[in-house]
């Protein structure tokens, strides 16, 4: 019996620590522990509500965008405007939080999951002129390139002539984040961290000249999406076969939805949207989404056991490092009582399975190109393409979005602060299920609770000892190598993992510090 | 520039030369020192060859930089075993900038993205990060009063860092 820990980085606290026990090939036990998710509560109490959009986008470096929705979803329902919000106020949301989506998923799929798959390395074989992959080919000579090199050494399959081609594309996406960003940028007015997405709609105006200059951005993504970033995927997908059958998980999904297409029922689990809530398990039925059966479990968990099984409204956080038994930081978020995972999956299957016409078309035909059930698509490789399917589908969406706004009426409602309120605000962010709550209190903020989504993925075992989404996935793996488990990060990243609140101090090597000292 | 806006969204006349970076978390103390003092600049400098970027939590931010700028100014807070207070200036070469592999998107840093961008072809003349010991990053607003009262301090050294680039290239032109 061995133990493997995936601790790989040392430059920022309160990552993810992965440690994993390996009998016989086989992984026979998985602990996730992240840092804690504490603060943020104590932090916005007794400000002004309209403090939590601004305040919670700084949570997380990768979807502050996200944070942003749902911080201003969660407002509306407490000042009583969830289904008052002006058509450009909700169509121009919707376009922000598109192109976050979009810059998210291909920097994913591109900068973070490729070079699980793709060797980089092969690109010293390349003798044309092209100047970007010569640039590459030099980067990866020198060793500048690290710490994007190849990890997975001797489980590489593609062809060179497919591994220099993906190469040339992992260059060009980043160019293609670049034009999603400064897709947001247009309606969110700065990134990151936009000001535009307020409580009562958002504060830019439409104009046809924005309309326009989104909607050649959204022209080129749409052809990249189309034409390199799911052909890429799907690449991977027929090289890596055998990435449909590992990294199953809990086999059971949950989704806020997003994308609103109305917004005249104040109720966000029953509105209309692009990507469609509820739960769905591997026998493909779907549940319709009651938030009250949200409970957060500590008994793993450095927290005392008297805050376990409480919903996030009456959430405390009350740390107990050292606790017998508990290993992480991370609560441990149920859904009746079971086990949910969340993301890209839970949205593109909820949405399948609810049989909306377009995401099923998608998925079919992925589904057929590999000949397999819908019960792949709980794997690695269902992940990764549902990233991608996901993206595709809204991007799509978008234009006809574009199309439906109204340059010159307004996009913002007026409100009054209530003396008192509660609110709820969910959404589906890049990773999943994003979920913010407030009580309100003499027009300050009593209470307010974020349950984000790599809680759900990432969460220890919880009361009852069932394992968390990502332990589960990684439970009953087989391990080819034990000295370079790669089967771990395959599976580990197809969650597209995110723990919050990271903290961005630079380290100096190794030298005396006086040479630095100016001040 | 009266404000503090991101990369690109200045209009095309807009022609900066030097970018200054903050780089920080503003719910954990002293590690949001880089955004305050960005937002300090900001108030101070209005200049059009200077822009101020507040990246947040977000250091990815490059690939949005205007073509134009040649300096790169980071500043944030800084692990290396001063006084709380200290301020350091450090090179590229003085940071350790490839410490593993990474499992999140988190675990993709500044100096991650300086090398991604560079592969696009982008490179900057000169690239100086400016560091301040943190005393406290636990959660919560504000910097502590020792590092608030370096902010003025470090606020003039970013200041020389400025105008030192802007001597250069008015010396090359």
């Known amino acids: 019996m061995s133990k493997i820990i995936v601790d790989p980085i040392t430059r920022i606290e309160g990552h993810l620590k992965i440690e994993v026990v390996v009998e016989n090939g086989v992984v026979k036990d998985a602990y996730s522990s992240g840092m804690m998710f504490r603060g943020i509560e104590l932090i916005l109490r007794n400000r002004d509500p309209r403090d939590a959009q601004r305040y919670t986008q700084r949570i997380c470096g990768v979807c502050p965008t996200s944070h942003s929705i749902a911080a201003t979803l969660n407002l509306d329902s407490a000042f009583g405007l969830a289904d008052k919000i002006p058509d450009n106020g909700r169509i121009v949301r919707n376009l922000i939080l598109g192109a976050a989506h979009i810059a998210d998923h291909i920097l994913h799929f591109y900068h973070l999951a490729a070079l699980d798959y793709v060797d980089v390395t092969k690109v010293a074989k390349y003798n044309g002129n092209d100047p970007v992959l010569n640039s590459v080919k030099q980067f990866i000579e020198r060793g500048e390139l690290a710490p994007f090199v190849p990890r997975n050494e001797g489980d590489y399959r593609l062809s060179d002539k497919v591994n220099i081609e993906a190469t040339a594309h992992y260059i060009e996406a980043l160019e293609m984040r670049r034009k999603a960003q400064e897709m947001l940028v247009i309606f969110g007015g700065k990134m990151p961290h936009n000001m535009a997405v307020v409580p009562g709609g958002v504060t830019e105006t439409v104009t046809v000249d924005k309309i326009a200059s989104f909607l050649w951005r959204l022209n080129e993504l749409r052809d990249f999406i189309d034409n390199v970033y799911i052909p890429d995927v799907l690449a991977v997908a027929e090289a890596y076969p055998d990435y449909f059958e590992i990294g199953a998980g809990c086999g059971n999904l949950l989704s806020y939805g997003l994308w609103d297409l109305e917004g005249n029922d104040a109720d966000y689990t029953k509105r209309n949207r692009l990507v469609k809530q509820g739960t769905v398990s591997t026998d493909l039925k779907v549940g319709t989404l009651d938030p009250n059966k949200i409970m957060e479990y500590v008994k793993y968990s450095w927290y005392t056991n008297s805050s376990t099984g409480k919903h996030p409204t009456q959430g405390v956080t009350e740390p107990q490092y050292g606790k017998k038994e508990a290993y992480s930081w991370v609560k441990a978020p149920r859904y009746d009582g079971k086990v949910y995972e969340v993301g890209p999956l839970a949205g593109i299957a909820v949405t399948y399975a609810r049989g909306e016409p377009t995401v099923k078309k998608l998925v079919d035909s992925v589904l057929s190109k590999f000949k397999a059930s819908p019960k792949a698509l709980f794997s690695v490789l269902g992940r990764h393409a549902a990233r991608a399917l996901i993206t595709k589908y809204v991007a799509d969406a978008m234009p006809e979005w574009l199309l439906q706004l109204k340059p010159g009426e307004p996009a913002y409602i007026d409100y009054q602060i209530p003396d008192e309120a509660f609110g709820m605000g969910l959404t589906d962010a890049a990773r999943g299920a994003l979920g913010h709550w407030v009580e309100i209190k003499d027009k300050k903020i009593a209470n307010y609770q974020c349950v984000v989504p790599s809680t759900w993925n990432l969460s220890p075992r919880d009361d009852q000892g069932q394992p968390g989404p990502v332990e589960q996935a990684l439970i009953g793996t087989k391990i080819k190598n034990e000295k370079n488990p790669f089967e771990i990060g395959r599976i580990v990243r197809s969650f597209d993992p995110c723990l919050a609140c990271a903290i961005h101090v630079i380290t100096p090597k190794g030298r005396s510090i006086g040479a630095y000292r100016i001040g | ?173």
């Open chain 2, 1 to 173: 520039m009266g404000h503090i806006e991101s990369a690109r969204s200045s209009g095309p006349l807009y022609q900066p030369k030097v970018a200054v970076v903050g780089v920080g978390n503003l719910l954990r103390g002293d590690d949001g020192v880089g955004v305050h003092l960005i937002h300090k600049l900001a108030e101070m400098v209005h200049e059009d060859w200077v822009e101020f970027i507040d990246a947040g939590t977000v250091p990815d931010v490059l690939t949005l930089l205007d073509d134009k700028v040649g300096r790169l100014i980071l500043i944030d807070a800084a692990n290396a075993g001063g006084e709380p207070g200290t301020i350091y200036r450090f090179g590229l070469e003085d940071i350790d900038t490839c410490p593993g592999m990474p499992i999140s998107l988190h675990d993709i840093s500044f100096f991650d993205n300086l090398k991604l961008v560079s592969a696009l072809g982008k490179r900057f003349e000169s690239v100086v990060i400016i560091g301040i010991e943190p005393e406290s990053t636990e959660f919560g607003l504000g910097l502590s009063p020792k590092i608030s009262a370096k902010l003025p301090e470090a606020a003039s050294l970013v200041l020389d860092e400025m105008r030192e680039f802007l001597k250069q290239s008015t010396e090359v032109m």
